[in-house]
């Protein structure tokens, strides 16, 4: 177990690589997009520099992680409010609502410069909508291709082969709620305004 500062910085560096490594990013790649030479990258994944905020916020924010996550921060406070992301694919998934049953929320956050990928489609039970808040979203469903801008949304069932990822390099983040028994939102009409 973690105890001591010096504990919590040696384990930085392991952390920065494995994040890296699973993004598929060389250190020249990482160096290009947060200004940091790549000798400095390499001396701190290997532990022979002690990491600090000029250091670790740009790849927080390259890896688009909280800075907790970069240091193993134990969880403080309510933890209502305490997210644990779950990084998947070079995608950050964060759970939005508790438990394995009924409609779940989640937030969606892939980060600029992550590489498009061949679409695998997958099918599952359930039913899911999407609505993108940032960037442009891939969603590959069925036999439709589509690219959804910000302010867009999709809602699908899971039965259908599907699969979705970053349109472009710049980076997408998107909410989605999933019913895994295939609970379809119910949506309410805005109501008419009387005739005059």
């Known amino acids: 177990m973690i105890t001591t500062i010096d504990d919590v910085l040696d384990a930085v560096g392991p952390r920065i690589r494995?994040?890296?490594?699973?993004?598929?990013?060389?250190?020249?790649?990482?160096?290009?997009?947060?200004?940091?030479?790549?000798?400095?990258?390499?001396?701190?994944?290997?532990?022979q520099r002690r990491a600090n905020l000029?250091?670790?916020?740009?790849?927080?924010?390259?890896?688009?992680?909280p800075l907790d996550d970069l240091v193993d921060a134990p969880a403080t406070g309510d933890p209502r409010i305490h997210i644990k992301p779950i990084s998947r694919h070079g995608m950050t998934v964060l759970p939005l609502s508790k438990g394995a049953t009924g409609l779940q929320a989640f937030k969606h956050v892939i980060p600029a410069g992550t590489l498009p990928t061949t679409p695998h489609t997958q099918v599952h039970d359930g039913y899911e909508w999407m609505y993108?808040?940032?960037?442009?979203?891939?969603?590959?469903?069925?036999?439709?291709?589509?690219?959804?801008?910000?302010?867009?949304?999709?809602?699908?069932?899971?039965?259908?082969?599907?699969?979705?990822?970053?349109?472009?390099?710049?980076?997408v983040e998107f909410l989605s709620l999933f019913g895994p028994q295939g609970e379809r939102m119910h949506l309410r009409a805005s109501p008419q305004s009387p005739a005059k």
């Open 54 to 65: 000029e250091l670790l916020l740009p790849l927080a924010r390259e890896f688009g992680v």
């Open 132 to 171: 993108v808040l940032r960037g442009n979203l891939r969603l590959v469903l069925g036999e439709h291709d589509l690219v959804l801008p910000a302010g867009e949304a999709a809602e699908f069932d899971t039965r259908t082969p599907h699969w979705f990822g970053p349109a472009d390099h710049d980076g």
């Open 18 to 47: 494995a994040m890296r490594t699973s993004r598929h990013l060389t250190l020249a790649e990482l160096a290009d997009t947060t200004g940091i030479s790549v000798s400095t990258l390499s001396r701190l994944e290997s532990g």
